[in-house]
């Protein structure tokens, strides 16, 4: 194998496994889709995901990663000589790219906000006024386009400067302050009058209003915010030293990443209704909501260009995560040079971004069970690739591969206590496959 670029420094490790889980996810998917799927209830039904299923699919995947130090497809050929479970390394390039086609999209949203923050713009109007604000941006087809293929360019220059300076630098710098001004945020939208509203839409599960679909979305929602499912966390962790204990580490991106989840739904929902939004706006969510938020704090101004800076690098680290999928692969699998694989990578996102971007304007008569284009790539990115992604790690780390691989890894060959290991396979072999395809037939109408 070439010589791998590695992190710098076990730090470095986690927090770039944290900064690709930590972002958009957290911050604008999760409150949209607890809002639009009830509140409590979808929230508890998530925590149990991430715990029975998402964190042992991360740790699944870092044993994959380590134990071969190289990307899913040469990974699963080195564990699994002369069978074809290789194969399944296309599903996730190809998911990859659908995370990414709609996930830019929002990004470029974001590079908006920042430019309206920066403007001073985010202040002195009514949510309503903000609804529209927001409508206008993405009935726009040149702005809209515009900011993603920035945000990209932005991404993609970011990259062909190299694993270490790239990701590990921002990662190490931006999450724990990201971290604290959501706390600060949180504060200042507990504060609100009527509150208490937003806290028990969000703490008292109502059972009545969540559905299957709505336990699918939450499962689905917790491996899109893991960064599980598409072997982005087998290739992070193809870089890790062989020092790290990989189930601290996998407690640390499940806990921090969740963490994030409700801070941002405590930050959005007492604002909700303190503010009369609908708590199903669905993506619009967190843009009509934040600046009223920010409106009314003490330099306001400061905290939202603030907040989108932060937010912005979040999501940078995530979707620099997100192309290191292809990017990793056409390196060592297709021998590309690096600056040739992520020219290719840039223009196959391009053209999948400018495509979402533009599902709200020029393209928005085109519709499937009355999604656009961007709300289908949404949708399928968690719901179906995601999940698919996981029932195959699951099931192949959990029945077929080798348990002194794994053994080896939780352990780190025989020096750390190997405890997890009986939870772990219970999971893996039981807990996540039964429930991920029951859900699955419920909803295809076969039981
Ligand atoms: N986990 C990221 C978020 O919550 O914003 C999104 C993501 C990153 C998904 C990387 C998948 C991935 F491979």
Known sequence: MSKRAAFATRVGAIAAAVGSAVGLGNIWRF?????????????????????????????????????THSNMKAALRTLSPGKKYYLFTYVCILGSFVVIGFYSVVCGWIIEYLYQAALG????????EYSEMFNGL???????????????????????????????RVASIMMPLLFVILIVFCVNSLL???????????????????????????????????????????????????????????????????????????????????????????????????????????????????FFLLVFFASLTSTISLSEIPITFMIEEHKMSRPRAILWTALITFALAAVAALSFNV?????????????????????????????????????ILDRKVIRDQLTNGGKLKGAMEPYLIFCLRYVAPVSIIFIFLYLTGII
């Open 192 to 306: 609100l009058p009527g509150a208490s509203k937003g806290l028990d839409f969000l703490f008292s599960p109502d059972f009545s209003k969540l559905t299957w679909k709505g336990v699918l979305e939450a499962l689905g929602q917790a491996f899109l915010s893991l960064s599980i499912g598409i072997s982005c966390l087998v290739t992070y962790s193809s870089y890790f030293d062989d020092k790290t204990s990989l189930v601290k580490d996998a407690a640390t991106v499940g806990i921090l990443d969740t963490m994030v989840a409700i801070l941002s739904g405590v930050m959005i929902f007492p604002a909700v209704f303190s503010f009369g939004v609908e708590p199903t706006a669905g993506p619009s969510l967190i843009f009509e909501v934040l600046p009223s938020i920010f409106q009314q704090m003490t330099g306001g101004y400061f905290w939202a260009l603030l």
């Open 31 to 67: 409150p949209y889709e607890a809002g639009v799927n009830g509140g409590g209830a979808f929230i508890l039904v998530y925590i149990v995901c991430i715990l029975i299923m998402g964190i042992p699919v991360i740790l699944s995947e870092f044993i994959i990663g380590r134990s």
């Open 138 to 168: 993405i009935s726009n087809p040149w702005r809209c386009v515009g900011w993603t293929m920035l945000f990209l360019v932005i991404n993609f220059i970011v990259m062909s400067r190299g694993i270490e300076k790239g990701i590990e």
């Open 363 to 399: 393209l928005d008569d085109i519709k499937l069970w009355g999604k656009n284009i961007f709300d289908m790539m949404d949708y399928a990115a968690s719901n179906i690739f995601m999940l698919l992604g996981g029932l195959f790690t699951a099931v192949y780390v959990g029945w």
């Open 121 to 128: 713009n985010l202040s002195e109007h009514s949510s309503a």
